[in-house]
């Protein structure tokens, strides 16, 4: 457990780099999450040749942003993101000994330096393990990452109790109280430990019965992992949705966003309209009508 808690807090600088230069991709696929398409689709055509209405690309999507906020407007959001990303470095490890859950030790992935063939309870002891650590990170950075999203999500309405940290977490509390910090925390969990658990069970038949080389074995969990990635991708613009939705900003209610009574409610309702992988591709964005009104 000292090994992982020392080996997360080694990597925080990097994580906090990569994150800082990326934060204005992230920002637009954000808003791109929720629905927000200030630019007008185009004719264009598919990479099959058809005829489709294609949205302005990420980067034309940040220079909009820049253009109405400035060089400094592409990191609203950011302050928040790092906390999160301090705070789960720092407090993982922290919260899983607090609440007594011991965590199985076993090497990531399992086997490699040996060679004896994969087991299937060791892939289970490092499904356990980092599922136990995911949740626990999630809980202790998901509030910081409910304000951010609303940080970014008042880019649409300009809302000024939203302009910085302080402000943003006084209005989430004055809006939806303590509990307004979790908006969203379910489909994001149930996301993401769904990726967790069947990216280790993929794990284990791959690396017994189609990867034989111990080095290609190190790549297998993180292919796998983008792989399932994108089919429970659905559940983060849920979760966005969530983070947003009933708030006092214009981007989490009607006409921009319907009143969802849950988060059943809003993946239905993504789901009916197709808009549930909103955001997945950031280059080749097709526009797509919504089948059903807004309510």
């Known amino acids: ?9 080694a990597a925080l600088p990097s994580q906090l780099l990569i994150t800082t230069i990326c934060h204005p991709i992230e920002y637009a696929k954000v808003l791109i999450q929720l629905g927000y398409e200030p630019l007008p ?4 055509t598919t ?14 999507y940040i220079k909009f942003v820049k ?11 950011l302050s928040a993101r790092v906390l999160g990303l301090i705070a789960s470095s720092q407090l993982t490890s922290k919260v899983i000994y607090a609440c007594g859950i011991d965590l199985p030790e076993i090497n990531d992935p399992p086997n490699i330096v040996t060679d004896e063939e994969p087991k299937i309870e060791d892939y289970y002891k490092l499904c356990r393990r980092d599922m136990i650590m995911h949740t626990a990170s999630v809980i202790v950075s998901y509030p910081f990452h409910v304000v951010s999203i609303r940080m970014m999500a008042s880019f649409v309405g300009k809302e000024e109790d939203y302009s910085s940290l302080f402000g943003t977490i006084a209005a989430i ?10 908006h969203g925390i379910v489909p994001k969990l149930l996301g993401d430990l769904t990726c967790v658990a069947v990216t280790g ?5 791959v690396n017994k ?5 111990k080095d290609l074995r190190y790549y297998t969990v993180p292919l796998l992992t983008f792989v399932t990635s994108t089919v429970t991708y659905p559940l983060v613009v849920v979760s966005t949705c969530m983070a947003v939705a009933g708030s006092s900003l214009k981007a989490g209610n009607p006409p921009m966003m319907p009143v969802y009574p849950s988060w059943q409610a809003c993946w239905r309702e993504l789901l009916r309209n197709k808009q549930h992988k909103r955001g997945s ?7 797509i009508a919504p089948i059903a009104a807004m309510q």
């Open 41 to 44: 689709p185009r004719r264009s």
């Open 67 to 77: 253009k109405s906020d400035g060089f400094f407007g592409c990191y609203r959001g």
């Open 281 to 287: 591709s950031l280059i080749f964005r097709y526009y």
């Open 201 to 205: 069970i993929l794990a284990y038949y």
């Open 1 to 9: 457990m000292d090994e992982i808690e020392k080996e997360k807090i």
């Open 47 to 60: 990479l099959f040749g058809r005829p489709a209405m294609i949205l302005p690309n990420v980067f034309q």
């Open 173 to 182: 509390y004055r809006d939806d109280g303590i509990l307004g910090f979790l």
């Open 209 to 213: 019965y189609l990867v034989k080389t």
